[in-house]
């Protein structure tokens, strides 16, 4: 029942920052822990970033540590991702995913511990 919609791609320079929002459709948006992760041509989807039911806890890819920030606002069942200093390496097709857990695991960062799925958005940094 729950269906998720990124928005906020686009393209930047590299340094630059970019936000991307995701909204969920599901009454039970607010029971969920929430990921986003990215994926390349070519390449497996990679895990960025997750953040628990609350808020409270969060838990990011190395690659990513320090410079993006994961959010979300259960008021408005969105959660979003700041990504700030952005390098070309982040280039990929952004993708928002939910988990029918509240908390975060050791599972978090792997693509099965997720049940739903957004379309994506397509992030491109240039050099």
């Known amino acids: 029942q729950v269906q998720l919609a990124e928005s906020g791609g686009g393209l930047v320079q590299a340094g630059g920052s970019l936000g991307l929002s995701c909204a969920a459709s599901?009454?039970?948006?607010?029971?969920?822990?929430m990921g986003w992760f990215r994926q390349a041509p070519g390449k497996e989807r990679e895990f960025v970033a997750a953040?628990?039911?609350?808020?409270?806890?969060?838990h990011y890819a190395n690659s990513v540590e320090g410079r993006f920030t994961i959010s979300r606002d259960n008021a408005k069942n969105t959660v979003y991702l700041q990504m700030n200093s952005l390098k070309p390496e982040d280039t990929a097709v952004y993708y928002c995913?939910?988990?029918?857990?509240?908390?975060?695991?050791?599972?978090?960062?792997?693509?099965?511990?997720?049940?739903?799925w957004g379309q994506g958005t397509q992030v491109t940094v240039s050099s």
């Open positions: 995913a939910g988990t029918t857990e509240a908390y975060l695991t050791v599972a978090t960062p792997k693509v099965r511990a997720y049940d739903y």
């Open positions: 599901g009454p039970t948006f607010s029971d969920h822990a």
């Open positions: 953040i628990s039911w609350s808020g409270s806890s969060t």
